[in-house]
């Protein structure tokens, strides 16, 4: 049985690799703040077509983001419960460091 104490919060590194990325996080930047179709992500970050939909699909596939169909476009739009939860992960790492007395961190080196 792992205590609360000793039991190991981490942040999904792959999600994290992927909002690590200057234009993928610009983007989900931008659709926090509306649902916006390639053509409009395109003319808001100056990427390429083809780049922006590769990292598009990076972020679909990770879930970040959902797509809406509409007529010859794509609409993309955010999903806020991916990153509220990647937020809480890391929220939950700074309260266990903000808990945790320095003599408990210290662990005596081999």
């Given at each position: 049985m792992t205590s609360a104490k000793t039991e190991l919060i981490t942040p999904d590194a792959d999600l994290v690799r992927v909002l690590a990325d200057?234009?993928?996080l610009r983007i989900?930047?931008?659709l926090a703040h509306e649902?916006?179709?390639?053509?409009?992500?395109?003319?808001?970050?100056?990427a390429r077509q083809t780049n922006l939909s590769?990292?598009?699909?990076?972020l679909r596939e990770?879930?970040?983001v959902e797509t809406e169909p509409c007529g010859r476009f794509t609409y993309y739009?955010?999903?806020p419960d991916v990153l509220t939860a990647i937020a809480g992960a890391f929220t939950a790492l700074a309260e266990t460091a903000r808990t945790t007395?320095?003599?408990?961190?210290k662990r005596p080196c081999p």
């Open positions: 200057p234009l993928r989900v930047t931008l649902t916006l179709c390639t053509t409009h992500l395109v003319a808001e970050t100056g590769n990292h598009l699909r990076v990770a879930g970040v739009r955010l999903r007395t320095a003599t408990d961190r």
